[in-house]
């Protein structure tokens, strides 16, 4: 347990660098687009290749990313149906907003924070699981998403859209990683230590990025939106408590309950924002939901985190 809360410590010291160094002026919020692009375009991409590039997808391995992949497919349907349930009481919010408050409830940031956070908490293996579940979130984000956002109103999406906005570096990553683990390949060592080192940089890089998106979110006028305050607690709290009562009695292996659980705990997905903005619904009120979720998952995910450490072993 010990151990666990020291990586959280070194995790959320990164985010305060991010904070102090934004509001010093060192790294303005200007900077922040190409810091993201950077993140999203080369280091986590090098990550996950180079974590699944030398992985053993067979036997037991194969076994566990199967069921992420599909429990967390199902996973994302039966939450955006209790969202839909949960958005019925949200009586002070524009019925015209209720999706986006819906996509708030469901969109995790399981990928841009997840990644980072999972490996240096749980390791490669873990690690690995979440990159597999990022699949189904992927689809997520740029399927299901889009028609949450357009609750109410009539959908721009076609199935074009939705097949080009699927093709991005970390999805090609995690095909291209996969190819490596199914096929028993090996990168010669000059090109592994490359996406190795490349892909160290995403952990540091994330959290000053969040660090940077904390210092210039305001957040006084957001805590009077008691809807947006509820859509963040069912988002941050309610999500990760109630996959865990859905599947702690399954029979699977803690690895595969822990990724389950710890994915859910994340904080609002970033993307969410702009995939809501392309639908031209309420892009702050989602903007202002990913500003809410991550402040509080600093207090959440540290103990979520030793939770699922200490109870499932890990």
């Given at each position: ?8 410590l070194?995790?959320f ?12 002026g ?24 180079s974590?699944?590039a030398?992985?053993?997808?067979h ?21 955006s ?5 949960f ?26 924070m ?9 390791g ?63 990168l ?7 996406f ?5 940089a995403?952990i ?15 957040f ?19 999500m ?19 990724t ?23 892009a ?23 939770l699922l ?6």
């Amino acid at each position: 347990m010990i151990a666990v809360l020291s990586k959280i410590l070194v995790i959320f010291a990164m985010i305060l660098l991010g904070f102090i160094v934004c509001k010093a002026g060192i790294l303005p919020f200007e900077s922040n687009k190409y810091l993201v692009n950077l993140l999203l375009l080369i280091t986590t991409p090098c990550m996950i290749i180079s974590s699944m590039a030398g992985g053993d997808i067979h036997g037991e391995a194969l076994k566990q990313t199967l069921q992420v992949l599909v429990l967390s497919a199902v996973w994302f349907v039966v939450m955006s149906l209790l969202a839909f349930l949960f958005a019925k009481f949200m009586k002070r919010t524009p019925k015209e907003d209720l999706g986006v408050l819906m996509v708030i409830m469901v969109a995790m940031n399981s990928g841009f924070m997840g990644f980072p956070v999972t490996r240096a908490i749980f390791g490669d293996y873990l690690f690995l699981l979440m990159v597999i579940q990022n699949v189904s979130l992927n689809v997520y984000i740029y399927f299901i998403a889009p028609m949450q956002a357009n609750y109410g109103h009539s959908s721009s999406q076609t199935v074009k859209h939705v097949l080009v906005s699927l093709v991005n570096p970390a999805t090609i990553a995690v095909l291209v990683g996969m190819a490596l683990m199914f096929g028993g390949l090996t990168l010669p060592a000059p090109v592994m230590e490359f996406f190795t080192t490349v892909g160290d940089a995403t952990i540091p890089l994330s959290m000053i990025i969040v660090g940077i998106q904390l210092a210039n979110s305001d957040f006084r006028g957001v805590f009077r939106n008691k809807d947006l305050l509820l859509t963040s607690g069912i988002n941050i709290i309610g999500m990760p408590l109630l996959t865990f009562l859905l599947v702690n009695w399954l029979p699977l292996a803690p690895e595969v309950k822990t990724t389950l659980i710890f994915a859910a705990a994340f904080p609002c997905a970033v993307a969410s924002v702009g995939i809501i903005s392309k639908e031209g619904r309420n892009a702050s009120l989602a903007a202002e939901g990913v500003a809410v979720t991550t402040a509080l998952s600093l207090i959440t995910l540290p103990i979520i985190a030793t939770l699922l450490s200490s109870y499932y072993g890990l």
